[in-house]
Protein backbone atom coordinates (compact mmCIF):
# COMPACT_ATOMS: atom_id res chain seq x y z
CA UNK A 1 0.00 0.00 0.00
CA UNK A 2 1.52 3.40 -1.06
CA UNK A 3 1.57 5.52 2.34
CA UNK A 4 3.13 9.04 0.86
CA UNK A 5 2.04 10.76 -1.96
CA UNK A 6 4.84 13.25 -3.65
CA UNK A 7 3.45 16.41 -5.06
CA UNK A 8 4.48 17.41 -7.99
CA UNK A 9 4.59 14.22 -9.97
CA UNK A 10 7.27 15.82 -12.50
CA UNK A 11 9.12 19.36 -12.22
CA UNK A 12 11.18 21.10 -14.73
CA UNK A 13 13.06 24.06 -13.32
CA UNK A 14 16.73 25.98 -14.12
CA UNK A 15 19.61 25.63 -12.22
CA UNK A 16 20.38 28.09 -9.59
CA UNK A 17 16.42 28.07 -8.79
CA UNK A 18 14.74 26.25 -5.88
CA UNK A 19 12.66 22.97 -5.98
CA UNK A 20 9.94 22.35 -3.87
CA UNK A 21 8.33 18.85 -3.57
CA UNK A 22 5.46 18.19 -1.38
CA UNK A 23 4.60 14.58 0.52
CA UNK A 24 1.58 13.88 2.20
CA UNK A 25 0.90 10.78 3.96
CA UNK A 26 -2.09 8.87 5.65
CA UNK A 27 -0.96 7.24 8.93
CA UNK A 28 0.40 8.46 11.94
CA UNK A 29 4.06 8.04 11.92
CA UNK A 30 7.62 8.02 13.93
CA UNK A 31 9.75 9.78 11.72
CA UNK A 32 9.63 10.75 7.65
CA UNK A 33 12.60 10.32 5.27
CA UNK A 34 14.07 11.68 1.85
CA UNK A 35 15.57 9.70 -0.36
CA UNK A 36 16.96 10.65 -4.09
CA UNK A 37 16.73 8.25 -6.95
CA UNK A 38 19.24 8.53 -10.38
CA UNK A 39 18.85 6.56 -13.34
CA UNK A 40 15.99 4.14 -11.71
CA UNK A 41 18.45 1.99 -9.29
CA UNK A 42 19.20 2.25 -6.24
CA UNK A 43 17.88 4.93 -3.73
CA UNK A 44 20.13 7.05 -1.67
CA UNK A 45 19.03 8.43 2.15
CA UNK A 46 18.87 11.96 2.18
CA UNK A 47 17.62 13.18 5.29
CA UNK A 48 15.70 11.81 8.21
CA UNK A 49 13.05 13.95 10.13
CA UNK A 50 11.72 12.69 13.58
CA UNK A 51 7.98 12.76 14.16
CA UNK A 52 8.54 15.71 16.92
CA UNK A 53 10.68 17.85 14.99
CA UNK A 54 9.20 20.67 12.44
CA UNK A 55 12.30 21.09 10.83
CA UNK A 56 15.33 19.70 9.68
CA UNK A 57 18.89 21.17 7.10
CA UNK A 58 20.94 19.22 5.71
CA UNK A 59 23.84 21.46 2.69
CA UNK A 60 21.19 22.90 0.18
CA UNK A 61 18.45 20.63 1.48
CA UNK A 62 15.53 21.63 4.30
CA UNK A 63 12.79 19.53 5.33
CA UNK A 64 9.78 20.68 6.95
CA UNK A 65 6.96 18.46 8.83
CA UNK A 66 3.38 19.06 10.08
CA UNK A 67 2.08 16.61 11.56
CA UNK A 68 -1.07 17.68 12.05
CA UNK A 69 -1.23 18.10 8.36
CA UNK A 70 0.34 15.13 7.86
CA UNK A 71 2.40 16.28 5.69
CA UNK A 72 5.91 17.27 4.67
CA UNK A 73 8.12 19.09 2.37
CA UNK A 74 11.88 19.05 0.85
CA UNK A 75 13.34 22.23 -0.47
CA UNK A 76 16.71 21.98 -2.42
CA UNK A 77 18.46 25.36 -2.86
CA UNK A 78 20.20 26.92 -5.02
CA UNK A 79 19.92 23.62 -7.35
CA UNK A 80 22.20 21.88 -9.86
CA UNK A 81 21.91 19.73 -13.22
CA UNK A 82 22.76 17.06 -10.67
CA UNK A 83 20.48 17.45 -8.80
CA UNK A 84 17.99 15.75 -11.60
CA UNK A 85 16.60 12.60 -9.94
CA UNK A 86 13.40 10.95 -8.61
CA UNK A 87 13.27 12.13 -5.33
CA UNK A 88 10.53 9.99 -2.52
CA UNK A 89 9.84 10.20 0.75
CA UNK A 90 9.29 7.39 2.93
CA UNK A 91 6.89 6.84 6.48
CA UNK A 92 7.16 4.46 8.87
CA UNK A 93 4.22 3.65 11.06
CA UNK A 94 4.24 4.57 14.23
CA UNK A 95 3.34 0.78 15.81
CA UNK A 96 6.88 0.19 16.26
CA UNK A 97 7.71 -3.20 13.85
CA UNK A 98 6.57 -1.34 10.68
CA UNK A 99 8.35 -1.24 7.27
CA UNK A 100 8.98 1.95 5.18
CA UNK A 101 6.47 2.39 2.89
CA UNK A 102 7.20 4.87 -0.26
CA UNK A 103 5.38 7.20 -1.83
CA UNK A 104 5.07 7.79 -6.16
CA UNK A 105 8.02 10.23 -6.35
CA UNK A 106 8.80 13.66 -8.13
CA UNK A 107 10.69 13.66 -11.18
CA UNK A 108 13.01 16.75 -10.68
CA UNK A 109 15.05 18.23 -13.93
CA UNK A 110 17.23 20.97 -13.12
CA UNK A 111 18.19 22.67 -16.62
CA UNK A 112 21.43 24.43 -17.08
CA UNK B 1 30.04 -5.93 2.65
CA UNK B 2 30.27 -2.28 2.38
CA UNK B 3 26.82 -1.97 0.76
CA UNK B 4 23.65 -4.27 -0.11
CA UNK B 5 24.42 -6.18 -2.80
CA UNK B 6 22.18 -7.63 -4.98
CA UNK B 7 22.38 -10.49 -8.09
CA UNK B 8 22.19 -10.97 -10.85
CA UNK B 9 21.85 -7.62 -12.01
CA UNK B 10 20.08 -8.09 -14.77
CA UNK B 11 17.87 -11.34 -15.66
CA UNK B 12 15.81 -12.11 -19.19
CA UNK B 13 13.42 -15.17 -18.13
CA UNK B 14 11.41 -16.74 -19.97
CA UNK B 15 7.26 -16.72 -19.53
CA UNK B 16 6.41 -19.24 -17.20
CA UNK B 17 10.08 -19.82 -15.52
CA UNK B 18 10.82 -19.64 -12.16
CA UNK B 19 13.65 -16.71 -11.35
CA UNK B 20 15.39 -16.49 -7.79
CA UNK B 21 16.93 -13.19 -7.07
CA UNK B 22 19.27 -12.88 -4.25
CA UNK B 23 20.46 -9.95 -1.98
CA UNK B 24 23.32 -9.42 0.63
CA UNK B 25 22.16 -6.74 3.37
CA UNK B 26 24.86 -4.88 5.34
CA UNK B 27 26.05 -7.13 7.89
CA UNK B 28 24.35 -6.61 10.97
CA UNK B 29 20.91 -5.38 9.71
CA UNK B 30 18.54 -6.82 11.02
CA UNK B 31 15.89 -5.60 9.00
CA UNK B 32 15.43 -6.09 5.39
CA UNK B 33 13.24 -4.83 2.47
CA UNK B 34 12.17 -5.81 -0.75
CA UNK B 35 10.87 -3.40 -3.30
CA UNK B 36 9.66 -3.68 -6.91
CA UNK B 37 9.71 -0.55 -9.31
CA UNK B 38 7.83 -0.70 -12.43
CA UNK B 39 9.37 2.05 -15.46
CA UNK B 40 8.54 5.77 -14.36
CA UNK B 41 7.24 4.18 -11.23
CA UNK B 42 7.40 4.28 -7.42
CA UNK B 43 8.34 1.62 -5.26
CA UNK B 44 5.90 -0.98 -4.41
CA UNK B 45 6.61 -2.73 -0.83
CA UNK B 46 6.64 -6.55 -0.97
CA UNK B 47 7.72 -8.08 1.85
CA UNK B 48 9.91 -6.81 5.09
CA UNK B 49 11.50 -9.03 7.50
CA UNK B 50 12.67 -7.67 11.04
CA UNK B 51 14.98 -10.21 12.83
CA UNK B 52 13.45 -13.12 14.43
CA UNK B 53 9.92 -11.23 13.80
CA UNK B 54 7.62 -13.19 11.36
CA UNK B 55 8.77 -11.36 8.17
CA UNK B 56 5.36 -8.68 6.95
CA UNK B 57 4.31 -10.06 3.40
CA UNK B 58 1.52 -7.89 3.18
CA UNK B 59 2.83 -6.31 -0.15
CA UNK B 60 3.41 -9.78 -2.47
CA UNK B 61 1.20 -9.59 -5.25
CA UNK B 62 0.61 -13.29 -5.65
CA UNK B 63 1.03 -16.51 -4.18
CA UNK B 64 3.99 -16.65 -6.81
CA UNK B 65 5.72 -14.48 -4.87
CA UNK B 66 8.00 -16.02 -2.12
CA UNK B 67 11.39 -14.88 -0.23
CA UNK B 68 13.24 -16.20 2.02
CA UNK B 69 15.82 -14.53 4.92
CA UNK B 70 18.35 -17.27 5.76
CA UNK B 71 20.40 -17.01 9.26
CA UNK B 72 19.02 -13.54 9.18
CA UNK B 73 21.44 -12.10 6.33
CA UNK B 74 20.85 -13.00 2.92
CA UNK B 75 17.59 -12.86 1.32
CA UNK B 76 16.26 -14.82 -1.78
CA UNK B 77 13.19 -13.52 -3.46
CA UNK B 78 11.52 -15.93 -5.49
CA UNK B 79 9.14 -16.08 -8.56
CA UNK B 80 7.54 -18.39 -9.75
CA UNK B 81 5.72 -19.07 -13.20
CA UNK B 82 7.02 -15.69 -14.48
CA UNK B 83 4.60 -13.61 -16.25
CA UNK B 84 5.26 -10.13 -18.38
CA UNK B 85 3.89 -8.16 -15.98
CA UNK B 86 6.40 -9.26 -13.69
CA UNK B 87 9.10 -7.61 -15.56
CA UNK B 88 10.59 -4.31 -13.24
CA UNK B 89 13.39 -3.39 -11.37
CA UNK B 90 13.51 -5.52 -8.08
CA UNK B 91 15.47 -3.20 -5.21
CA UNK B 92 16.44 -4.82 -1.67
CA UNK B 93 17.36 -2.44 1.41
CA UNK B 94 18.65 -3.02 4.77
CA UNK B 95 18.42 -0.83 8.11
CA UNK B 96 20.10 -1.42 11.61
CA UNK B 97 16.55 -1.31 13.40
CA UNK B 98 13.90 -1.22 10.53
CA UNK B 99 11.93 2.22 9.79
CA UNK B 100 13.10 4.29 12.49
CA UNK B 101 16.71 4.54 10.81
CA UNK B 102 17.43 5.08 7.17
CA UNK B 103 17.38 2.57 4.82
CA UNK B 104 20.60 1.35 2.51
CA UNK B 105 19.71 0.31 -1.18
CA UNK B 106 21.30 -2.17 -3.14
CA UNK B 107 21.67 -1.22 -7.23
CA UNK B 108 18.22 -3.65 -7.51
CA UNK B 109 17.88 -6.57 -10.01
CA UNK B 110 15.76 -5.71 -13.08
CA UNK B 111 13.82 -8.08 -14.53
CA UNK B 112 12.55 -8.75 -18.01
CA UNK B 113 10.27 -11.48 -18.91
CA UNK B 114 10.12 -12.43 -22.15
Known amino acids: SQQGEEDPQALSIQEGENATMNCSYK?????LQWYRQNSGRGLVHLILIRSNEREKHSGRLRVTLDTSKKSSSLLITASRAADTASYFC????????????FGKGTRLSVIA | GAGVSQSPSNKVTEKGKDVELRCDPI?????LYWYRQSLGQGLEFLIY????????KSGLPSDRFSAERTGGSVSTLTIQRTQQEDSAVYLCASSSTGGRTEAFFGQGTRLTVV
Open chain 1, 27 to 31: TSINN
Open chain 2, 49 to 56: FQGNSAPD
Open chain 1, 90 to 101: ATDGNSGNTPLV
Open chain 2, 27 to 31: SGHTA
